[in-house]
């Protein structure tokens, strides 16, 4: 049977004679057939505009009965990756006649991959199982079991959980795997209140489990062991604590909890803290009986009083208390174990745990109570070492002192590592290997300049060494995007990709495997163009590449690399200027010096995206020698732009026919000033935001439902709407025409008249993707091209993912958390707006993201480039307008903020002074915690003096209760 009669009767939907003829093929025939199957059904499987496929729903279930019955187990796993051939209803007739041997593995694969259709239910696996003698993994029987509690009436689920009585092997066995593998029991509630009309008081299979252990069908004692043990077995946090509420909900009583202690310690390692916490209610229960294992508690308790959860740390301090009242042999090791809540910087926490050593300071040893204690000094609030001084040396105060007084070693830029360039073809070999997979964010800056450098070497044998580097370049232009993949790692493999085409026409010879490589992809592109309509071969010349959104950022690096191409097409051997020397994009300004000699050797003009971005990527240091040696070296119009960048004295000198690298000049030496040498230049119309990115924000109440918020329900803490949006302004820009953006140095099919003066590269700055998804693989390279001013990408990476506090989705966290790494590291001027984007992110909802913005912070007092009474404004002007709880900035103080070192002690003093003159007259909740913080580092910065502004706030809320002791005491 040919492939055309097959794909006839698809077409045709003539069911009944295709699953005839296809009972007939032979294992050659299937073979065969499957060459061109898959290739063939390629538009037909494709989704229409309106979301549905090309073919029909006949036709597809065909499509997929064809497939079942000719592909290997490879092809087919691939082929149906979602498991749709279970919902076929040809599937019994197929395997009537044909049960691939592959048919179980691919069931237990789909439950791996968390494919497997929810209408695939427990009961039908068994019966396939069974009658085709299939195996079943233990993942899969775990994953459908949970629907075997419902029986299905003319669309309604009705409960039934005596269908768990039909056979055996069920309560024997495959009950318990619930207990050991992921499930979604935890959300079986949802599924059968949407179908059935359930009782909505209890769980669904927690009212199963209490009718197989009343019944005695299953051990209610083992329920018990399996529900504590499943909590410690990495499931997820919902999953996790539905096992603890199965616990909870079977009432287990005072001699079951005895003799399940063993678990119930085990339980509270859980990685989750409701196990953890509910756990612990039952320790509270048992604590004092006769028979309790108290030595085994203790051994969990560093991992309890450890914890980030305070009513886990709390409730560990609460069965202290009442395991020292029983006055036993363990009460001394009881009270120094309970000192660890001090790593807890919250104030009840110290609290409690200083009211239990005052409490038995009886029992403390004297020879361990200063030397235990001094472990803590880093997180002791000034309360808790004001309560605990009775019980410490004198000596221990004057250390902790010192301690605090030590200063914060300064780290230097010039310090930063250094990026090499490839030197040998092996070295530009492995280069090549990596520069795809996004593994470095400069690996599209040196891949290029290796290639420019040593394309002397690229001749000969050396060219088909790069066979593999070029089947991954064109596999990463021709397929689909991966979740790693950017939309520069597609541009990187596209220049790769011309550069050979070039290489292979200039030494055919030598590239025979290199062209047979390149055909292959390309004849493949082309049998697609022909097959499916409207289809446009994706292997295009590095000129014509650009991204499916009109995003202008990306003109920048496609500049260099279009530079780059045209000095291996002319075989220059000019350097590319703009190729970092340091890690974070940063640029030698000695090494570009020399860079730029060879250009005005060889009488050269640079190119302008490339000779701005190397402005752009000047690192701080060696000025002075640069500056030196420019003077020996260079002359004319590039000699009075490095003059002026670096002579602070110097003014711009006339001509100025390199507009934009001068401007670019003008930005790194001083954004604020504004330079008359310049005022006929386009870019003094430009709204000065646009190059420093200090654009105008603002804090509104906006209606839940608007349109503004997009498609994301925002909700708080507490489940109500979140109204409190933050809105930035940023300039307006349209998309550019990259004709004449780059049309100065290449030629293009139109001819279009360049603008009279070109595009500076902040003008470009833009995040126009509408799904940001391949842009976060892409955020640090971004920076890195403006690595002394990121400010303008911060701002539009501002405006789009931080409008409300609340991280909406994984999508936003990643691509926050990608910016706010390629900041680490970074010295650059910190403007107002910096400030901003800063200060927001430690106010988000994902702990993360508050961590690394903290560490900035950090590392920014560190280097004397934040300005912390700036940070403090923002964050005052958030948390008076409701953005984010007060709690979110507390913990971010407490954890990473306290006790760094002087400096850090007296720039958080300042933040604390800024952020209480912002607060309103009616403060938000949790302001006694940040003024509890404020006393505290009164005292350790030795700080007798409070700002008017500050002190008018306090005298404001002095009546306020909560309030008023707090107060009272920072005043006197």
């Not at 299937?30 to 989704?47: C, D, H, M, N, V």
């Not at 056979?167 to 059935?196: M, Q």
């Not at 040893?365 to 002791?380: F, G, I, M, N, V």
């Not at 906006?702 to 994301?712: A, M």
């Amino acid at each position: 049977m040919t492939l055309t009669t097959i794909t006839g009767l698809i077409l045709k939907a003539h069911h009944t004679e295709l699953i005839a003829q296809l009972k007939t093929l032979a294992s050659g025939e299937k073979k065969e057939l499957s060459k061109g199957f898959i290739t063939w059904t390629a538009p037909y499987l494709r989704y229409r505009d309106n979301g549905g496929r090309v073919a029909s729903s006949a036709q597809l279930e065909l499509i997929f009965a064809t497939a079942f019955m000719c592909l290997n187990r490879t092809d087919y796993s691939k082929f149906d990756s979602l498991g749709q051939i279970l919902d076929n209803r040809f599937l019994d007739v197929l395997l009537k006649s044909y049960c691939p041997d592959w048919f179980g593995d691919y069931l237990n694969d789909l439950v791996k991959t968390n494919a497997l259709p929810q209408h695939f239910q427990y009961e039908e696996a068994l019966q396939l199982a069974e009658k085709y003698h299939l195996y079943l993994s233990d993942e899969l029987i775990a994953s459908k079991i949970t629907d075997a509690i419902f029986t299905r009436r003319w669309g309604k689920l009705a409960f039934a959980p005596s269908n768990l009585e039909k056979r055996k092997v069920t309560l024997e066995k495959h009950i318990w795997l619930i207990f050991h593998y992921p499930s979604a029991i935890e959300t079986c509630d949802n599924y059968y209140r949407h179908f059935g009309t359930p009782n909505d008081q209890e769980d669904i299979w927690i009212t199963t489990f209490r009718y197989l252990v009343s019944n005695k069908l299953i051990s209610r004692m083992e329920v018990l062991r399996q529900s504590l043990l499943a909590t410690v077995r990495n499931f997820n946090k919902g999953l996790s604590g539905w096992f603890i509420g199965l616990f909870e909900a079977l009432e287990p009583t005072t001699s079951e909890l005895m003799a399940l202690q063993t678990e119930l310690f085990s339980s509270l390692s859980s990685q989750h803290s409701r196990p953890v916490n509910g756990t612990l209610n039952f320790v509270k229960k048992i604590c004092l009986e006769s028979h309790f294992n108290l030595e085994g508690f203790l051994t969990t308790t560093n991992v309890l009083l450890s914890s980030n959860t305070k009513s886990v740390v709390l409730s560990t301090l609460w069965i202290f208390n009442k395991l020292i009242s029983r006055k036993n042999r363990f009460s001394a090791e009881i009270l120094l174990a309970a000192c660890q809540a001090f790593i807890n910087t919250d104030h009840d926490v110290q609290a409690k745990a200083c009211d239990l050593l005052i409490r038995h300071a009886d029992v403390l040893p004297s020879t361990l109570q200063t030397d235990q204690l001094r472990r803590y000094t880093d997180t002791l609030s000034t309360t808790s070492r004001q309560t605990l001084s009775a019980l410490v040396s004198p000596g221990w105060e004057s250390l902790e002192r010192s301690r605090t007084n030590q200063p914060f070693p300064v780290m230097l830029i010039d310090a930063t590592p250094t990026v090499p360039l490839p030197e040998s073809v092996e070295d530009l070999l492995y280069l090549s290997s990596q520069a795809f997979e996004n593994n470095d964010p400069l690996h599209i800056d040196l891949l290029p300049a290796g290639l420019v450098n040593m394309q002397d070497q690229l001749k000969g044998p050396a060219l088909e060494k790069f066979e593999a580097a070029l089947q991954r370049a064109l596999t990463i232009v021709v397929s689909d995007f991966r979740s790693t993949t950017g939309y520069l790692d597609h541009l990187l493999a596209t220049f790769f990709v011309d550069v050979f085409m070039l290489l292979i026409e200039r030494f055919p010879a030598d590239t025979v495997r290199l062209r047979s490589l390149q055909e292959k992809f390309q004849r493949s592109e082309k049998e697609t163009e022909e097959r499916i309509p409207g289809y446009e071969s994706k292997i295009q010349p590095l000129l014509k590449w650009r991204t499916n959104f009109t995003d202008n950022t990306y003109l920048i690096h496609k500049g260099i690399l279009l530079f780059a191409y045209e000095q291996i097409r002319t075989e220059s051997r000019l350097p590319i200027l703009s190729t970092p020397t340091h890690r974070h994009g940063y640029l030698d300004p000695v090494i570009l010096v020399s860079r730029l000699k060879e250009f005005q050797i060889n009488g050269c003009i640079p190119d302008n995206v490339d000779f701005q971005t190397a402005v752009s990527r000047l690192a701080p240091f060696g000025h002075a020698k640069a500056l030196q040696d420019a003077k020996e070296s260079l002359h004319g119009e590039i000699l009075h732009i490095l003059e002026f960048l670096w002579d602070e004295d110097t003014r711009p000198v006339a001509p100025f026919s390199m507009e934009a690298v001068w401007f670019m000049a003008a930005m790194r030496k001083s954004p604020e000033h504004k330079y008359a040498e310049f005022q006929n230049f386009v870019y003094s119309t430009v709204p000065s935001t646009v190059f420093t990115g200090d654009v105008h924000w603002a804090l509104t109440a906006e209606n839940p439902g608007s349109t503004h918020l997009g498609q994301h329900v925002n909700t708080n803490e507490n489940g109500s709407a979140n109204r409190h949006v933050m809105r930035v302004t940023l300039p307006s820009a349209e998309p550019i025409d990259e004709t004449p953006f780059l049309s100065e140095h290449f030629q293009f099919d139109k001819m279009i008249p360049p603008r009279h003066q070109p595009y500076s590269l902040f003008e470009l700055i833009s995040l126009r993707a509408q799904w940001i998804d391949h842009q976060i693989n892409d955020i640090e390279r971004l920076i890195y091209l403006f690595p002394s001013n990121p400010t303008p990408l911060l701002a539009h990476v501002c405006a789009r993912f931080l409008q409300v506090s609340l991280i909406r989705n994984d999508t936003d966290k990643r691509m926050l958390v990608r910016t706010l790494h390629a900041l680490t590291g970074l010295t650059f001027r910190w403007c107002g707006f910096s400030h901003v984007f800063l200060a927001t992110c430690m106010l988000t909802s994902d702990k993360t993201v508050r961590s690394i913005a903290a560490q900035i912070w950090v590392e920014g007092v560190q280097k004397v480039m934040i300005d912390s009474e700036v940070m403090g404004k923002v964050l005052g002007a958030h948390l008076t307008g409701e953005y984010a709880p007060v709690k979110r900035f507390v913990d971010v103080v407490t954890e990473q903020f306290l006790k760094i070192s002087t400096l850090h002690n007296s720039e958080l003093t300042k933040m604390l002074s800024a952020l209480v003159e912002q607060l309103p007259a009616k403060p938000p909740t949790g302001t006694s915690k940040i003024l509890q913080l404020y006393a505290d580092l009164l005292v350790l910065s030795g700080v007798d003096y409070i700002r008017p502004n500050t002190l008018k706030n306090l005298h404001a809320w002095s009546d306020i209760p909560g309030l008023k002791k707090i107060i009272l005491k920072i005043r006197h």
